[in-house]
């Protein structure tokens, strides 16, 4: 176990609907990645937060935003859900700066599902 | 439990084997390399990490090599045991960016 946690594991929603999910990352990381995996597929990234800010963002449309908080947890947020956003939605925690590259530690995930 | 992926690269080996995955990676500027395992309906789980300035390094069973000449990364995992079925990706990272890229992975069966 990676010590990253991911609420909730499963989530239906449809379509036009906004969802929000929820990562706590592992003790002493600072900073969150999110990404987008579709069955069959590699995760995509979608952006990173260090220290509460955006700090990078992938080839996702605005409707996808995040927040990150003083715990260093974070939100994923969608608006305006479309059925190609089902997927696997996957946080990962790192702690840049303390020499190292940054290894990405993934949570359990969550799937969400848009009919 | 969900499955991963449906319509990957399989390789198919027996227990007790070495197995060998490999990964083409994209980008010529890419300076670290990771390779995960995905067990089905779990998130990716770190296995092993190598930098450009090295061609080969060693972990508990797997073995990662890196050919920067042809962009080419391999994962070998000796006595493949039953627990090693999973997916495998490779991911790409450069240093200008904290992003991952990854591979679009392999699905490893082990017979017994």
């Known amino acids: 176990e990676t010590g990253v946690t991911q609420s909730p594991t499963h989530l239906i929603k449809t379509r036009g609907q906004q969802v929000t999910l929820r990562c706590s990352s592992q003790?002493?990381?600072?900073?969150v990645s999110w990404y987008q995996q579709a069955l069959g597929q590699g995760p995509q990234f979608i952006f990173q937060?260090?220290?509460?800010?955006?700090?990078g963002r992938g080839n996702f449309p605005p409707r996808f935003s995040g927040l990150q908080f003083p715990n260093y947890s974070s939100e994923l947020n969608v608006n305006a859900l479309e059925l190609d956003d089902s997927a696997l939605y996957l946080c990962?925690?790192?702690?840049?700066?303390?020499?190292?590259?940054?290894?990405?530690?993934f949570g359990p995930g969550t799937r969400l599902l848009v009919l | 439990g969900e499955s991963v992926g449906l319509h990957l690269p399989t390789l198919s080996v027996q227990e007790g084997d070495n197995s060998i995955i490999n990964c083409a990676y994209s980008?010529?500027?890419?300076?670290?390399f990771i390779w995960y395992k995905q067990e089905s309906g779990k998130g990716p789980q770190f296995i092993i990490d190598?930098?450009?300035?090295?061609d080969k390094r060693q972990g508990q069973r797997v073995t990662v090599l890196l050919n920067k000449t042809v962009k080419h990364l391999s994962l070998q995992i000796a006595a493949t045991q039953p627990g090693d079925s999973a997916v495998y990706f490779c991911?790409?990272?450069?240093?200008?960016?904290?992003?991952?890229?990854f591979g679009s992975g392999t699905r490893l069966l082990v017979r017994p």
């Open positions: 937060y260090y220290r509460e800010e955006e700090n």
């Open positions: 003790s002493g990381h600072n900073t």
């Open positions: 190598i930098r450009s300035n090295m």
């Open positions: 990962a925690s790192s702690s840049p700066g303390q020499g190292i590259r940054e290894t990405q530690y």
């Open positions: 991911a790409e990272n450069m240093d200008s960016s904290y992003k991952l890229i």
């Open positions: 980008n010529s500027a890419s300076d670290y």
